[in-house]
Structure formats: structure tokens, C-alpha cells
């Protein structure tokens, strides 16, 4: 029988890609500040590669970590066998397996990389003298997701064709799901350091801990408990999975004769289990270092997220914090479940709520409380009902006591809390209950779509809420404060959720700026530079879609500050500055915006050079060019073709690439600044929007049309007969303060058909990137507060719109970037 | 294969099921896209998402017909918001057998089958999303 591996796959990818990342994040500051972590970690990730990629038979990223392993544990024996060739050579090897794990992720074959094992070998040898040993790869089969619907009995064992002789594993009957199954799972045998089981490192320590989960689960779940029903049911397979999975890698991969392991797989899952169980088994699999104890942790963390049955496969759930471990029972010490009621009537909840949490953190310890202070403290309770538990001393009657004063409080029920858990061995079962019910403290990982999807249908939610009002407005006077309560009700929860969906999507800035330390090297190892990296604040959130948008931008900003922002060593040392530059990458945080600095101290940009380069292009006339600022000629930096590098890299200096910045940051609502010192160095500043852009617009008709206009880029509006403008070579001219600007007409900026029109009409004055325009529109409509969309395949196409919104009609509206529609 | 099975004028037309999310009655205006290909009829709101509607006729290069279109059918393509203008929809078929199509090679078009005794042209719903694209590339 071979194990389906398919419905693992997407948590494989996912987590390899983790680790691969992770690793070359670790060999760029290994580089830096080599110190012993640093080698444990990046062993750790190579080997969680191997031992995951083995075991999902996918040879070629096995083999290849193999080898990255032996290297990096090679280093690990004596750190002063790193150089930077070495360095060099993981760096590729790193990024060759994120190539073959994006192959494997597209059903394609992953590469072979024969050449890059061929130097990852010799140097191993170079390095120790020692031979190389192989790697074992299980022989799985992957079969197409249509097909393990049909399959759904799902059985997963670890009889395979690739089981060694010798084994002597003991295949449980295949559909035995009875909890009171015996697993016994040892997996003992030494740990060989190069030709190890991968994986599961069927080292001792890993082989008791699995079996004591497996022994805690079999024994230790109340008999009867069915599994797919309660937490602890749901909680049960997967760790018996877990003891199946675990000892899985030893089985396939040990070599023979290496060690006696016994392998026993008992219970075959459920498939409503199996989601959960791939967290479990990918634990399992992932696990080198880990003390048994954390092991344990991660277990009974894994297998307490429940998961619905019907969680396709690509789902990830994971679970990362540790459960909370509750203060010993002891003494008179005694944990109470207190549920009260803030009187419907309250005008302050909040106050009160807050009032009662003081209280009793007087008393003693709050172990859980809901909803959560912050909650409280903004009165959002639901119906009023608060519940918490408080471990004191003080006994029921000195609860009551302490809030027997607190106005609009009643207190529903004070009983002894479920008693802490006693000492792990015995109750297994009831800890892994705990954590179940603990599972508010953990977090799970949910695809961007699904949060996407979220605010799409929160958006319309809102929508709709407010139709419901505009159509209260018409009922008779005697039915409409029925109504009017429940769609006030109504909008406030809609508004609750909106804000909820909102933080679950704001995400730390460090899941782009992990990635810039790596580039930072490469890009100054290319142009041998020398280049100090620094990042702080990337702990600050954003919203989800405007991190997306922002990761080409901060890269290509980065390799400008490297590329053309800081000298070669020689030169800085001749400029009296140290031979290493340094690019500082700061995260602020000021009110709604968020600001991005990206700053490095080299030469720095001359402002008549960016202008000379502008005129010559034709972008600008020489007597504007005399008039502009520094800053605003800093800015010509993002026209077009305008790029002041002396030598045109494959890295940067084509002039391509800052108009793209500037787009994408004006496009998610934010805005770009340079400055720049000579000699001193540059600092771009981008002030971004904290959540999915929200822009102002100024809405204006076309036609039967309507625009958006962003009222950033709008200076004003005139009205004039259009018919009386002055015409230079058929371009009208509308007289604007003491200048004339061009006009043009936004119909057919936009190809909208509108009927010719005399007299008055209104123009909108807006910033282009040379200079003012008037745009001839036919009405204005106002301005308007919208959320903005990005654009979806194939709109993302069309030059010369920035996103999409609907209005509160219901009605689509685009929003159009003014200076792309005049250019392209 | 089960395929919904919809008509533009007379000809009849599938796609398989699994790559159609609804099928939905037009708005009754579509917001037009600026500076388009004619063959995109406009965008339409569809529960909070901005769906870009295509007219199945001119992405085909079919002659015009008296009928107004009266269904989109809603392609299921992840983020990629996509309809097709379509002038009916007639229901759900089993289709098997999908031989040649006569006439000219294109992606979006993976060859006619007989249903009912008569003949319905399928269409590949990767095809369909490439012709669409190409629309918006082509036309620069």
C-alpha cells in the first residue's frame, strides 16, 4: 500500500518554503555575526527540508538538503571552515530548493541540481576528508486531489515499498478507529550524523516521546469517545496519527541495519481528522532539535486546533503559541468560572466592565476572561454577558462580596472552575481537552483570498444595512422604530465585524523585510560593495493588500540605495566616510499613516543633473526646470527614462523602476517623497495608508459615466465655456492663476462617447507628472470617502487606471491615474 | 463531463461545470471600462466584487444577432473575476466525446460534441481566460 500523499502537500510546500526562507535569512546574518544559534538554526531548517521532502518522496529536494545539511553541521564542527564561497554555494542551494519546491507545487518534476550537488559534496569533502553517504527517500505516491475525494477512507500507514528488511513494524487492521487501540510506538537507534532517518530523527529522546503520546492518546481518551464529534474526539486522532506519523520517517528511511526500530502504526484516521493531522505529522517531520518536552507541546497543540471535515486541502492550520499552563492547584488557592451580566440599561458598560476587572484582579489571578480586556474596556459586550475565571483565594462569597457594589453588574453564577489539570501522565486526555478549549489563544493560518472574500462581504453587508435604513424611511411613523432598532443593531455588529475583519488582515511589515537582507547581500556582492543592512520597526503592521503591493517597490528601492546610492569602498574612503555603506530601513508608525524610510549615506542625488536629464528627455521645459525645488526634481527621478546612473546595470539605473514605485504607492493611497544630500546620501519616505486604501475622490460624469479623480492630485476646479479658449496647435488653453494650462478632455481620455456640449462646463485642475492639466468633464458630483480595490485580471492590463470602488449605490466607479492616461 | 450549456443567438455552447461559479441576469447597466476592447461589455458589481463582463459574441467573432443577451455566466477563476455575456442559458448536460472543431484554431474553443442529437460547441475555460487577456494585450 502507499501512502497518499497529496492531501500533504500544500502544508509541504508552505512549511518548506518557511524553512528555505528562513535558512537563507540565517546565512545572511550568519555571514555578518557568525555565532553558534545561528548554525544550530540553519541545521535545523536544512534538516526539517530533508526530513520533509524525503518523506513526501520528492528525491531531489531530499538529497539536496542532505548535502546542505552535512555542509552546514560541517561548519557547525568548526565555524572557521566558512567563507563566503561557502556561503555562496548554500545561498544557491537554498534558492535551488525553492525553485524545485515551486516545481513540486506545480506537479512538475523538481530539477535534479546534479551540478550544484557535485560542488556541495566536494566541498563537503574539501572540508572533512569524509566520504558522503545517501539519502533515503520513502517511495510515496502522489495522486491527483480528484482522485482522494473518491478515496475518501483515506488510510494512511506506513507499509510501504520502500520498508526496509528487517522491520519488524506491526500493521494495525486497516479501519480500526477504536480509541482504545494500544500504539506502541519506539523508535530508538542512534542518531547518525550524516545517514540519519530524516526527518523524525529516530534519535531516542524523539522515539520516547512519541511513544508516550501515542500511549497517553490510546489509554489515555475515555473510552467510547467518538472522534469526530467533541474536542477531545477531534483531539484524539490526531495524535494518533500522530504516533503513526512520527515513527513513519524512521520506518521508510533508516537505512538498513543501522537500527532495530520497531515501528508499530496503529488506527487509520479519519479523513475529518486527517487536516489536523497534517499539522501533526508535519510537527513530527519537521522535528530535529526540539527537547521532548516542546515536542510534547507541539503535539497537543497541533491536535488540539479543530478543523471542519470539509477544509479542503490546501488549508493550513498550524498553531503556534504554546498553550497558557495554568498555576499549580494548590493550598487554599481555588480556580472559580464567575459568568456576569451588565444590565441591558447601562449607559457606561464599558466603565463597569472595567470596574469588575479591577476588582478582581484584586482578588486574584484572571486566568481567562471574555471578551478580552480591550473589548470591554471599548463596551463591546455581547448581550452583556461577561465570563472569566480567577484563581484566588478569597473563596466564592469574597467574589460576591467584591462585587456586590458595582452598579448595573449582577453576577450570574460563581462555581469552582474544571480543576487544573493533574500531573501530565495521568491525564493526557483532559490536558489535550484544555487546550482545546484554549484554542482562542492560538492562531491559524487562512488563505489572503479568504480574507479578501471576508471584506468584500463585509463591505456589502454594510451596504445592504444601509438600503434597509433608506427604506425604513418610507414605512408609516408607527412601524418604523421596530425597524429603525434593528438595523441600528444591526449596523453596529456589521461595524464591529468590519473592524474585526480589518485586524485580521493587517500583517507585520517583516514578511516583506525578511527578504531584504538576502537581497542586500547579493546585490552588493554583484557589485562588490560593502553594505550594512539595517531594519527596524518591521514588527509594524499593514493591511495584507498593501503589503502585497509593496514588495517590488521596497526591493527595487534597495538595490537603488545599494546600486547607485552608496560608493564603492574605495571611493567612500577617498570621501573620508568608512569602506562600509549603510542602507537603514525604518518603520514608523504616526497616527492612520504608516511610514516607510528607506535611507542610505552615499553620494547622494544632484537635483541639476535629474533636471538637465529631464529636459533633454523632453519632459520638462528649461524655464520650469529653473523654477523647480530640489524635492520636486528629486521626484523627476520617477519619470520615465530619467536616470542619472552613470552605468546602466542589470540591477538598476535604467530609469525603469521609479515610476513603478511611485505608481504602486500612490495606488494603494500613499505618497513618496525624496530627499537627498550630496555626498550625504539619499532617503526615500513613503507615507502609507495602515489599512486597504481608503481614498478620498473627487467624482465627477462623463457621458453617463462616473470617475473617480484622487483629490491628492486635484488642485481645483473652474467652470469656463469651453468653446472661448485660446487653442495653441489645437490644444485649448485654460487661463489657471497667472499660467495657462492644456486642456484635455476626459471623454476621450477614456474613450466614453458624450454629447458635444456648449456654454459653460466645469474643469478639474490636477497634477500630472510634468506640469498642471485641465481636464474638461461634464458635471462634478462631489467628493466621496471610498474604499479602493485593486484591480483584477484583466482590468490590471489598461494603462491609466489605479483601482476600482463601489459606490454607495451599488454602482462600480473607477478611479483614473491621470498621468498615465495622458502618457500611454 | 457534466457542462452548463448556454447559447449565443441559435448555437449552442458548453463549459464544463466545475469552471462555472453562477450564472446570474445582467445589471441593468454595466460601468463601462475606459479605454477597453469593444468585446467588454463593462464591469458589474456582484456582491461587493467587481466582475468584468465579456460579450461571448464578439470574444468568438460572431456575427450580431437580434437577441439582447440575458445571462452572465460566471466563471469560477479564483480571483480572476470574469463573466460571459451569454443570450441564454439552457441547463446542465452530460457531454462526452468532444471531437474537432470545424473552422479555425483557437485556445478558448476544445472542439464540438453531440447532445441531444445536435451539436454544441466546447469551450476550455483556460482558453477562454488567455483569448481575454489577449484582448488587452493585443489592442496596445
Known sequence: ?824 | MRHVIFRVEKERYGLPLSAVREVVVPPERFTRVPRAPSAITGVMNLRGRVVTVVELRQLLSLPEGPTPPARVVLLDRGRRDLGLLVTDVDGIEAVERVSTAPGKLTPAIRGVARLGGLGVTVLDPEGLDAAVVALFTHSK
Open chain 1, 1 to 824: 500500500m502507499t501512502m497518499d500523499m497529496s492531501r500533504y502537500l500544500g502544508l509541504f510546500i508552505s512549511e518548506a518554503t518557511d524553512h528555505l526562507e528562513a535558512l537563507g535569512r540565517d546565512l545572511v546574518q550568519l555571514e555578518r555575526e557568525g555565532t553558534a544559534t545561528v548554525v544550530d538554526s540553519m541545521f535545523r531548517h536544512a534538516h526539517s527540508v530533508k526530513g520533509m521532502a524525503s518523506s513526501m518522496g520528492f528525491e531531489p529536494i531530499a538529497v539536496l538538503a542532505h548535502r546542505v545539511e552535512d555542509l552546514v553541521d560541517a561548519v557547525r564542527q568548526d565555524r572557521g571552515r566558512l567563507d563566503r564561497d561557502v556561503v555562496d554555494l548554500l545561498l544557491t542551494a537554498a534558492d535551488t530548493m525553492l525553485a524545485q519546491v515551486r516545481a513540486v507545487a506545480e506537479s512538475k518534476p523538481a530539477d535534479e541540481a546534479s551540478v550544484l550537488l557535485t560542488q556541495l559534496g566536494n566541498r563537503y569533502i574539501a572540508m572533512t576528508g569524509k566520504g558522503l553517504a545517501t539519502t533515503r527517500v520513502a517511495k510515496t505516491t502522489m495522486s491527483k486531489p480528484a482522485a482522494t475525494d473518491g478515496a475518501s477512507t483515506g488510510t494512511a500507514s506506513g507499509d510501504g515499498p520502500a520498508r526496509p528488511a528487517g522491520d519488524t513494524a506491526v500493521e494495525g487492521p486497516a479501519g480500526t478507529t477504536k480509541p482504545g487501540t494500544e500504539s506502541t510506538a519506539q523508535a530508538g537507534g542512534g542518531a547518525a550524523s550524516t545517514s540519519e532517518a530524516a526527518g523524525a530523527q529516530a534519535s531516542g529522546d524523539t522515539g520516547s516521546v512519541a511513544e508516550k503520546v501515542a500511549k497517553g492518546t490510546g489509554a489515555g481518551t475515555p473510552s467510547g469517545t467518538s472522534r469526530s464529534q467533541s474536542p477531545v474526539g477531534i483531539a484524539g486522532p490526531t495524535v494518533d496519527l500522530a504516533a503513526q506519523g512520527l515513527p513513519l520517517p524512521p520506518d521508510l528511511l533508516t537505512p538498513p541495519g543501522t537500527s532495530p526500530n520497531v515501528v508499530s502504526a496503529s488506527g487509520v484516521p479519519s479523513v475529518g481528522a486527517a487536516e489536523g493531522a497534517v499539522a501533526v505529522v508535519a510537527a513530527a517531520l519537521g522535528l530535529v532539535e526540539p527537547p521532548p518536552n516542546d515536542l510534547v507541546d507541539r503535539l497537543k497543540d497541533a491536535a488540539s486546533v479543530p478543523v471542519p471535515a470539509q477544509t479542503p486541502p490546501p488549508a493550513e492550520v498550524r498553531s503556534v503559541l504554546p498553550p497558557r499552563v495554568p498555576a499549580e492547584a494548590r493550598g487554599p488557592m481555588q480556580r472559580w468560572a464567575v459568568r456576569l451580566r451588565i444590565a441591558p440599561t447601562c449607559q457606561v458598560p464599558g466603565v463597569r466592565a472595567f470596574l469588575v476587572h479591577k476588582r478582581l484582579t484584586n482578588l486574584g489571578t484572571l486566568v481567562d476572561l471574555r471578551p478580552a480586556l480591550e473589548e470591554l474596556k471599548a463596551g463591546r459586550i455581547p448581550d452583556g454577558y461577561i465570563q472569566l475565571e480567577l484563581e484566588t483565594t478569597a473563596g466564592d462569597t469574597g467574589i460576591h462580596a467584591s462585587l456586590k457594589n458595582v452598579v448595573d453588574v449582577e453576577v450570574v453564577s460563581v462555581k469552582p472552575a474544571v480543576a487544573a489539570p493533574a500531573p501530565v501522565v495521568a491525564a493526557p486526555a483532559a490536558e489535550a481537552a484544555r487546550a482545546a478549549n484554549d484554542a482562542t489563544a492560538r492562531t491559524v493560518r487562512v488563505r489572503t483570498e479568504l480574507l479578501d472574500y471576508f471584506l468584500d462581504t463585509v463591505g456589502e453587508l454594510m451596504l445592504a444595512t444601509a438600503r434597509l435604513r433608506e427604506v425604513g424611511k418610507v414605512l408609516p411613523e408607527n412601524a418604523r422604530p421596530a425597524l429603525e432598532e434593528g438595523v441600528y443593531r444591526l449596523h453596529t455588529l456589521v461595524k464591529d465585524l468590519h473592524d474585526k475583519v480589518m485586524t485580521a488582515r493587517m500583517t507585520p511589515l517583516s514578511l516583506i523585510t525578511d527578504r531584504l537582507p538576502r537581497a542586500a547581500r547579493d546585490i552588493a556582492r554583484r557589485k562588490e560593495r560593502e553594505v550594512d543592512l539595517v531594519i527596524t520597526g518591521a514588527e509594524i503592521e499593514l493591511d495584507r493588500a498593501i503589503l502585497d503591493e509593496l514588495a517590488d517597490p521596497l526591493m527595487h528601492l534597495l538595490r537603488n540605495c545599494i546600486d547607485h546610492g552608496l560608493e564603492s569602498p574605495e571611493e567612500r574612503v577617498a570621501a573620508k566616510k568608512g569602506p562600509r555603506g549603510r542602507v537603514l530601513v525604518a518603520v514608523k508608525r504616526a497616527r492612520d499613516r504608516v511610514i516607510i524610510e528607506i535611507e542610505d549615506d552615499g553620494r547622494g542625488m544632484d537635483p541639476a543633473k535629474l533636471k538637465s536629464a529631464a529636459v533633454a528627455r523632453g519632459l520638462l521645459s528649461v524655464e520650469n526646470a529653473a523654477r523647480m525645488s530640489d524635492r520636486e526634481a528629486f521626484l523627476l527621478s520617477c519619470l520615465p527614462g530619467v536616470s542619472t546612473a552613470k552605468d546602466i546595470t542589470d540591477i538598476s539605473g535604467r530609469g525603469v523602476g521609479m515610476d513603478a514605485v511611485k505608481r504602486v504607492v500612490e495606488n494603494v493611497g500613499g505618497t513618496l517623497e525624496i530627499d537627498s544630500e550630496k555626498g550625504r546620501g539619499t532617503r526615500f519616505t513613503l507615507r502609507l495608508p495602515l489599512t486597504v486604501a481608503v481614498v478620498h475622490l473627487l467624482l465627477v460624469e462623463v457621458g453617463d459615466e462616473v470617475f473617480g479623480l484622487p483629490i491628492a492630485k486635484v488642485v481645483g476646479a473652474t467652470e469656463a465655456d469651453g468653446e472661448a479658449l485660446s487653442r495653441s496647435r489645437e490644444t485649448a488653453l485654460l487661463p489657471h492663476g497667472n499660467s495657462l494650462l492644456p486642456v484635455h478632455s476626459l471623454d476621450t481620455l477614456v474613450g466614453v462617447p458624450a454629447p458635444p456640449r456648449q456654454g459653460a462646463r466645469p474643469f478639474v485642475v490636477m497634477d500630472a507628472d510634468s506640469g498642471r492639466v485641465a481636464l474638461a468633464v461634464d458635471r462634478l458630483l462631489g467628493q466621496e470617502e471610498v474604499v479602493l480595490k485593486p484591480l483584477s485580471r484583466p482590468l490590471d492590463l489598461l494603462p491609466g487606471l489605479s483601482g476600482v470602488t463601489i459606490l454607495g449605490s451599488g454602482r462600480p466607479v473607477f478611479i483614473l491615474d491621470v498621468p498615465r492616461l495622458l502618457s500611454a
